[in-house]
């Protein structure tokens, strides 16, 4: 049996020369293929089934799904519409996308002339992925309640398929066995059947808490879409006569002759993301690498003059983007410059620091008010409401004086003006965009979310706010990338509304995350980084994610530096403490890992160490950013967290396997010279003399 995806994962992927188009179809049958996989489905023939009936790798064995499964289902006024109804079929067409995506658009009418369904499918060159999306239309005169969306519904075979099988979710890193319901961390699942070696891969790019991935949960079936009408999240749209509802994308991939699925997130799954999800860091032209920002140990205590003077000693220790965090507005909502703190307001300052050669940043509430501002007081309209039909914050329990703001209302424009201006007008290069908008981490309360006004714009009722507010957002964020296309936006956890919440809907949208704040000196923070960067990617492009908040003046600083390596290296603290020999040595880290990403383009890459598992306590732990398109090389690390055995063998994946590699410290010493088989299958030592300890090295192409 010919293999078709290696199981070293240093290979992303077999080129297979299959020319586009990836779609063919009779009056009875739709067949995608580019080479790699296969999906057959059948067309109605009169009113008839949509079933997708094979789903599989063109070449070996593949035993995961029924004959016929369900395809797609919904619920409009309550009434089920799946694959498995009766349908007529209207066209299929050609479709394509932005990314390189070939396929098909069937169209549908239902049995009862209510709704029509167009059901896209689109292949990628080269990719074991296949993408799709419903567009659901209402044919009535009257307004339909759309709920329980499942844009991919795979009924699986008995006994074999579910109970063998892991499911590994949050990322692709937690396993269970059994039935399982996902949850808001489940942009990525795999569905693993380790006596078979073969598996499917679901990503789910819904946003926030509004996507659902289940595996076994209510039948023998894996579904991924939005959440169900009985979900402590639900999501619901009104659809108006004549309009048209477009899901959010799910894209699936299914393999075999994969021992471990960490072999597919670690190749497959990056290999797609980057080149065909359409994330904003994809299109970047320049990522940053090494970024400081204000808010440990100062918070809102802040000014001109500090601020002026952090600036000064950040730039001399090599900081290539400058974020002022909170504090240095009048209050939240009206976003006035605070005259006291910064007397000649915040442009003079940007112009400061980029006069340093640094990017200016920015922290904003982008969904929050006080109660005594102007805004507020002038368009209390614009605010959430809770079940009492009060004004309420959601981020925080307790006392306040702050609220929450619906992004369904007015305040969408007047908060698009704001950010505008500070883009276009004062010269902003980073916003980092906080706080609650739809839910918060903080309140764990499914009932305290969203908005139950029912005379807002944007959603007659709570349970259509909560997509509703986050489309808003998105589009938002689009509309500020379009007028400053390189424009950085930190869309932080808090604002994605949930503990270290992170996921596709918002890479489509924004660069980065503030995904944490692990606050303190000392290995447990290094730890900590390392395993939240470790948990969240490779599913989710590393870059994305902005770990906060280990302190520049930290003893043991450069431990920070090297674990936050992994992910976009962000630094706070104090500069103005650090003698002369530490700004030099921050300044050579931060132009080495300028050099990695000149090099290599590191920053779009980060794989597994092999080897080598979840960062925890007493053992050792690494990473490596290759460059798995060129194979010219890139950066690894290797950490000793606590562990007793100060030694250990370190290889390499995602090498040329003829090309003769070097490997060097970050001060240029050469502790290898072998070929990429060679650091694959025998790798080099490593030594580590404390017991908390860790190393940055370059491999180079020769």
């Known amino acids: 049996m010919k293999k078709l995806f290696p199981l070293a994962f240093s290979v992303f992927i077999v080129a297979v020369a299959t020319a586009q188009p990836f779609a063919k179809w009779t009056s009875e049958t739709l067949t995608l293929s580019n080479g790699l996989v296969e999906r057959v489905i059948t067309l109605p023939v009169g009113n008839g089934h949509f ?3 094979s789903y599989k790798p063109v070449q070996g064995f593949f035993n995961y799904f029924d004959t016929a499964s369900t ?13 498995s109804g009766d349908w007529a079929l209207k066209n299929v067409d050609k479709c394509t996308d932005a990314t390189g995506g070939d396929g098909a658009t069937v169209t549908l009418t239902s049995a009862d002339s209510k709704v029509a369904v167009a059901i896209q499918f689109l ?50 890193r937690r396993r269970s066995i059994g039935p399982y319901d996902g949850n808001m961390q489940d942009a990525l699942v795999t569905v693993h059947n380790a006596d ?16 659902h991935t289940s595996a076994f949960w209510q039948g023998l079936n894996i579904c991924s879409g939005l959440t169900h009408k009985d979900a402590a999240y639900p999501f619901r749209k009104y659809i108006a006569p004549g309009e048209t509802f477009n899901t959010p994308q799910v894209f699936t991939m299914v393999y075999n002759n994969h021992k471990d699925p960490d072999e597919v997130l670690n190749a497959l799954v990056p290999a797609f993301v980057n080149k065909h999800l ?9 990522k940053p690498t090494f970024v400081y920002n204000t808010w440990e140990p100062f918070e809102h205590n802040i000014n001109e003059k500090l601020v002026m003077e952090l600036a000064k000693a950040a730039a001399a220790a090599g900081m290539k983007e400058f974020v002022i965090d909170d504090g240095w507005q009048e209050n939240n909502g009206d976003w006035e410059i605070n005259k006291k703190k910064f007397p000649n307001g915040l442009k003079p300052v940007f112009d400061y620091i980029k006069s340093l050669g640094m990017k200016p940043g920015l922290w904003i509430s982008v969904g929050s008010a006080t109660t005594g501002c102007k805004v507020f007081k002038q368009h209390p309209e614009w605010f959430v409401l809770d079940e009492k039909g009060k004004t ?69 009722d709570h349970n259509e706010s909560l997509y509703t507010n986050y ?46 704040n692990f606050n303190g000196p000392g ?50 603290g104090d500069p103005r403490k650090l003698s002369g020999a530490d700004l030099v040595a921050y300044r050579g880290f931060a132009n080495w890992m300028q050099q990695m990403e000149a090099r290599y383009g590191i920053m779009a890459y980060r794989q597994d160490l092999p080897g080598f598992g979840e960062p925890m306590e007493g053992m050792w732990d690494g990473f490596q950013r290759i460059n798995t398109d060129t194979k010219k090389g890139g950066l690894i690390g290797v950490f000793r967290q606590g562990a007793v055995e100060g030694k250990r063998l370190v290889t390499i994946r995602g090498l040329d396997a003829a090309t003769a590699y070097i490997v060097k410290t970050m001060d240029g010493k050469i502790i290898a010279a072998k070929t990429g088989y060679e650091l694959s299958t025998k790798g080099f030592s490593v030594t580590l003399g404390q017991l908390y300890d860790g190393e940055l090295f370059e491999v180079r192409a020769e």
């Open 471 to 516: 489309e808003q957002v998105w589009r938002l964020f689009d509309e500020l990338h379009a007028a400053k296309p390189d424009l950085f936006i930190d869309c932080t956890f808090e604002a994605m509304g949930g503990l270290q919440l992170i996921d596709y809907a918002m890479l489509k949208h924004a660069e980065g995350n503030w995904l944490s």
């Open 392 to 460: 309420t914050f959601l981020h925080w329990p307790g006392e306040t004086d702050e609220v929450t703001a619906c992004f369904s209302t007015g305040w969408y424009g007047y908060m698009k003006g704001i950010l505008m201006k500070l883009a276009l007008e004062y010269g902003l290069e980073y916003m980092k965009l906080d706080f609650t908008v739809v839910t918060s981490p903080y309140r764990f309360g499914s009932n305290i979310s969203g908005c139950y006004a029912t005379d807002h714009p944007g959603h007659k």
């Open 278 to 286: 359409g994330t904003r860091l994809s299109v970047l032209q320049q």
């Open 523 to 572: 290995p447990k923070v290094d730890l900590r980084v390392r395993n939240m960067a470790w948990w969240r990617s490779p599913a989710i492009p590393s870059t994305a994610l902005v770990i906060g908040n280990p302190e520049m003046q930290d003893t043991g600083w450069l431990l920070h530096a090297k674990s936050l390596a992994g992910t976009l290296p962000i630094m706070l």
């Open 123 to 172: 292949l990628y060159p080269n990719q074991p992925a296949i993408r799709k999306s419903l567009s659901i239309k209402n044919l009535t005169g009257e307004t339909l309640q759309l709920e329980s969306v499942d844009v991919e519904k795979f009924d699986i075979t008995p006994y074999w398929a579910p109970t063998f099988s892991w499911v590994c979710h949050d990322y692709g």
């Open 51 to 53: 079933n997708t009936t």
């Open 196 to 211: 078979w070696q073969q598996g499917i891969v679901i990503g789910n790019e819904a946003a926030g808490v509004i996507k």
């Open 71 to 83: 395809d797609f289902q919904f619920e409009v006024n309550g009434q089920v519409y799946g694959g």
